[in-house]
């Protein structure tokens, strides 16, 4: 594989394959979660803790799992592996800083079932990042994960002063907002390359 | 939603038609739609997506409600979990071995079918209380509807932006195919579509109804 | 209106069951569930095992023969740092694997070996051929890309963009240690010299990003080859 560099890696999770408007990952999150700009930073900040936990874990799983010569148990132990790291990150942040915790608290169960904190896991060791790869790789897509919601959040508030067809209000006009988003990411291809 | 009483289905064939209507999981729930857009660029990837998850959603119908009696309700959600994820494992392999080219277009997709929020929602809302034969239509209904949906977007999307059908070209030479449906902001914009098209159908049922 | 029916109230869904089920009810459900998912899962891993294998193989040497002209056998070379060449079963994504080909009647063909790099987008994986006797590379295949459709992604099909890469002259000097010509790559239609690659119209930063990592790739590794020529010739 191509040692790629951690800029670089974080630069093409966070802005040119922008985790949620060109991976489509966490869609849910980011339909659901970015009517304000203040919920949808907390959001973010919450994804994005756990996307950094969740990467160290599934590296080190997966470093297990190859030396055991079991990979088909890799899906299933992620998957369990997260779901518990998402319950004690949140056991400790309870215990240790109520304050974060009324922050990010009643994001942390959603954040179980959010594809892009599986898909992160699965990307990285599809593309045999290593231990610091893996990092940067988190950190960007945690930041292009919180870009991409803090920026639809602050479309949709300004949408809802605008006056536009009843027929169109609702997810159909999110979806078409994200797509113009989606078009105007694709602006970042090329970076960080020649 | 409002005729929405999963824990009591009227008879078996609403049971079915329900999913792939008026409870499609992607155009009315707007469940699961990671899977939704990044893999509907060509017919066939949808096609397969559709399939694998329509599969998952049997298998792990089928076992949640036979073991519904025996799951202690504290540790439902983690079992259905595993549960799901067995699936997805058993899928994925499956599609290795019948053909890794589609498993390669599919990427980790594949994978993600166990965080899709369709299979987790039908195991806790409805196989965990009905009977095996009712979770079996739900989840065949559901997965039909999902599959449908799957569809809807890799038609236009290849039709458009490749000017084929599942491989095969539709248009003549001279067509110039629309590269951005290919793109991921062509998924928005043909979800966001089909969206608009259903809710303006919708308003012009209650405005005919109004008048008559 | 996504999750009307989850957060409705639900009749309790066991009435049969304890409130509070033990703990060591919990655990053997949780064990016995364990115990059905571990037996399935390994069940169809050993079952689809061998059709994977089978079917991986298959997209490989079809990449291989496809990129090196007259192929019909292949053996796999591992090289390590050293610059010792070893047979191998499988290829080693660690090492630099040479995939030597040889004619249906003996002989070699070429040799296929993988390049990569960073594209417009994401890295793209190529795979080409070097035939010894022609001193150049006989072809290239795109193993993996994510190129803008439509633009970008012209360097997997472009039928004169892979012309480039049916004679692409990578002579060595006669101390055999440095090509006489690298890679260069040319505007569309400007080529004049067998070690230039003519580039796609619209898809320029694509086909430099092909030309780099192919003019990396056969500096480093033509001369090594040439080297051990006779060890991957042995045995055929």
Redesign the interface.
Known sequence: MVSESHMFIFLNACLINNFVLSSFLGICPFLGVSGKIDTAARMGGAVSFVMFVASLCAYGIHNALVAINAPYLQLISYIVVIASTVQLVEMIIKKFSPALFRALGIFLPLITTNCAILGLALFQTNRQYDLFQSMAFALGAGAGFTLALVIMAGIREELQLSDVPEVIKGAALTLIVAGVLSLAFMGFAGLGGH | MPETSTSKPPENMDTFLKGIWKENPVFVQLLGMCPVLAVTNSVINALVMGLATTFVLLMSNTLVSLLRKLIPKQVRIATYILIIATFVTVADYTIQAVSIEVHKALGAFISLIVVNCIILGRAEAFASKNTLGRSVLDALGMGGGFTIAVLCLGVVREVLGNGTFAGIPVFGESFEPWIVMILPGGAFFVLGGWLLLFSWLKQRKKQTELAA | ??????T?P??P??P??APE?GSG??IS??G???L??GI???F??QV?FP??QD??AR?LEKAIFEVVPGAATKRVFTVDAAGKVTEVAEAD?KQLTLYACYKSGGGLAGVALEA????????IRVIYGYDPQKEAVVGMKVLQS?E????GDKIEKDPQFLDNFEALDVKLNPDGDVLVNPLEMVKSGQKTDPWQISAITGAT?SS??ITAMLRESTAKNIPLIVQRLPELQKGD
């Open positions: 209106m996504t999750d009307a029916e989850t409705k639900v009749p869904a066991f049969e069951e089920a009810k919990m459900a949780m016995a569930i364990g059905i998912a399935l899962i390994v169809t891993y689809t059709f994977i079917n991986k997209l994504p990569s790099g960073q594209g417009f987008q994401d890295v994510t803008t459709p439509g633009l930063i430099r990003a």
